[in-house]
């Protein structure tokens, strides 16, 4: 054949593939590619260039892992791998392969995105920057196998330290689990510890700020008032915002003629040193502004941040006509995958004190006149609501029912009932055991078709079939998810497929980094609220012209 790749006559070229292919796998390369190409496709969220070269280059690295893998097992069985010539063949025609296969994704990155972006009412983008996505994927990469080397290099450094002292087999695991030990100390206790470090001080001082406009309340009535038994300063900013910025008994009349001032209570995290004194600061409160008056009494779990979604709890008091109260205490102020991360169990005890002190005094009130109780959470909420009773607590007098949305895929009950669906029904709008206790909705439709009638105690969850909240799950790594079978949810991409690893890959980063308009992925309208109230606690009253014109006024809300 001669010297048709010019080795002989080009040393340098020789020397520059002996140089790569010391450095990186071939076969790692190819597959990584794939990898590559495939996290061009779309998934639930709509994505900016750098997060689609985040993910590219993610996933590009976890390729590259599989073919090293693959390459070591072939060398540990001690299979052929050829001679030196047919592998310098093999991969240059690798590396056309590669070249060929990512351009030809990268020219339908932009199709693939706009195919999303249409189904959720926004602009399409004219054109992907593919010089850009390819290099944040490229400096992804190589970030990530510089950490992966230095992993090795520090595995070997130990094993030949202990091997000629012990067997070669316990050497070699010692090893390993030493730079494993290195590798955590570095990550946990200096890196993340400082970044975790950082990022509290910052949502501290974000939770402490009080905003100009937002003056301390003035009605003895109001929480934080000079009367209060919670002070202004103690309520955190998210507190301050819930209740400075609620619909008065006015705003509500202008939708439904008639109207009370709703009672909101809020009980921030600085107000008493644990979870059960602010749960018992938030029942002696709640008595005192006459919360346990009112016809409907919700008791809230807000993210971690310490918000509640204005759209969820507007939407309520305006259905109710104001004849409403409720009632949340903080646990955090860290945005909600930190505070999952790091105060969990902080998160689900303070659910817990707040739901044992409130129900423990509802259930004791006469039944003819104690309000009717429900349970609200949106997101890392919901998933702290739910835990906050045990069935076997209430099973002798139950609260009238729950509202969860958006609710993390780790929800017990979501998880259980979404596995146990009535046989037909999807799984991204499932129906349980005819409807007669839980039932899902949506902007979509799905609280009014049970097949038994909706009983007295009622679970809804409102969940969007385009939120990776909800629906990431790590086993999409090596199975289909089963929201993904026919149908599905009309804002769910039918371009989007199932490929192992890589789209377990695009659903982790659609839940850190990917941002929906307000009535799609994790965003949720007041109007999915109305539905989801409305279908819930049944008010009287309510005409299809009265619920268009409600939605109208939550979507344009101003408040003072």
């Known amino acids: 054949m001669g010297d048709v790749l010019g080795w002989k006559a080009n040393p340098c070229r020789r020397l520059a593939w002996m140089r790569i292919a010391q450095y990186f796998s071939t076969v790692g390369l190819l597959i990584g590619t794939i990898f590559f190409a495939l996290s061009l496709t779309p998934s639930l969220i709509p994505r900016s260039d750098f997060v689609q070269g985040c993910i590219s280059g993610v996933s590009f690295t976890a390729g590259y892992g599989v073919g090293v893998f693959l390459m070591w097992i072939w060398a540990f069985l001690q299979l052929p791998t050829g001679g030196e010539r047919l592998q310098r063949v093999l991969g240059w025609v690798a590396g056309i392969l590669c070249v060929l296969l990512a351009l030809g994704f990268l020219l339908q990155a932009t199709r693939w995105q706009n195919s999303v972006r249409t189904l959720m009412g926004m602009e399409e983008v004219t054109g992907m920057r593919p010089f850009t996505v390819a290099l944040v994927a490229a400096a992804v990469f190589l970030l990530l196998v510089m950490l992966a080397k230095a992993f090795r290099r520090l595995f070997l450094f130990f094993t030949a330290k202990l091997e000629h002292r012990i067997p070669q087999r316990i050497s070699t695991l010692l090893g390993l689990l030493a730079a494993f030990a290195l590798f955590w100390i570095l990550f946990n206790d200096v890196v993340l510890s400082a970044a975790l470090h950082k990022v509290d001080h910052i949502y501290q001082q974000l939770d402490a700020r009080i905003v100009p406009d937002m003056q301390e309340p003035t009605d003895p009535m109001k929480p934080g008032s000079p009367e209060s038994l919670v002070r202004w300063k103690d309520m955190g900013h998210q507190g301050r915002r819930y209740l400075a910025l609620a619909p008065t008994g006015k705003d509500i009349a202008e939708v439904t003629g008639t109207a009370k001032d709703p009672i909101r209570v809020y009980v921030g995290l600085n107000a008493a040193d644990t979870p059960k004194e602010r749960a018992r600061l938030a029942l002696e409160e709640l008595k005192r502004v006459g919360g346990f008056e009112r016809s409907t009494l919700i008791l809230i779990t807000p993210t971690g941040t310490g918000w509640v979604d204005p759209g969820a709890i507007n939407s309520v008091e305006y259905l109710l006509r104001g004849d409403v109260s409720s009632v949340a205490a903080q646990y955090s102020y860290l945005p909600s995958?930190?505070?999952?991360?790091?105060?969990?169990?902080?998160?689900?005890?303070?659910?817990?004190?707040?739901?044992?002190?409130?129900?423990?005094?509802?259930?004791?009130?006469?039944?003819?006149?104690?309000?009717?109780?429900?349970?609200?959470?949106?997101s890392l909420g919901a998933l702290n609501s739910d835990r906050s009773f045990d069935f076997y607590d209430i099973i002798d007098d139950p609260f009238d029912g729950a509202l969860w949305a958006g609710p993390p895929f780790r929800s017990d009950t979501w998880r259980d009932v979404t596995a146990d669906r009535d046989a037909g029904s999807p799984a991204w709008l499932p129906q349980f055991r005819g409807g007669a206790v839980v039932r899902f909705g949506n902007h979509f439709g799905g609280y009014q078709e049970g097949k038994v009638p909706w009983g007295n105690f009622r679970l809804a969850f409102l969940q969007h079939g385009s939120d990776p909240i909800v629906f990431f799950a790590p086993g999409a790594a090596y199975r289909r998810p089963a929201w993904m079978e026919k149908p599905r949810a009309p804002d769910v991409s039918p371009q989007l497929q199932w490929y192992p690893i890589v789209t377990?890959?695009?659903?982790?980063?659609?839940?850190?980094?990917?941002?929906?308009?307000?009535?799609?992925?994790?965003?949720?309208?007041?109007?999915?609220?109305?539905?989801?109230?409305?279908?819930?606690?049944?008010?009287?009253?309510?005409?299809?012209?009265?619920?268009?014109?409600?939605?109208?006024?939550?979507?344009?809300?101003?408040?003072?």
Request: glycine letters at 8%.
């Open 337 to 378: 995958p930190i505070a999952l991360m790091t105060e969990d169990a902080y998160g689900r005890e303070t659910a817990r004190a707040l739901f044992e002190s409130i129900y423990g005094y509802w259930s004791n009130l006469p039944r003819e006149s104690r309000p009717r109780l429900y349970l609200f959470g949106l």
């Open 504 to 560: 377990m890959l695009q659903l982790a980063m659609d839940m850190h980094a990917g941002i929906a308009p307000m009535g799609f992925g994790h965003s949720y309208a007041p109007a999915d609220y109305v539905h989801a109230w409305k279908s819930l606690t049944q008010p009287e009253g309510w005409s299809e012209a009265d619920l268009e014109k409600l939605r109208k006024k939550l979507l344009t809300w101003n408040p003072r």
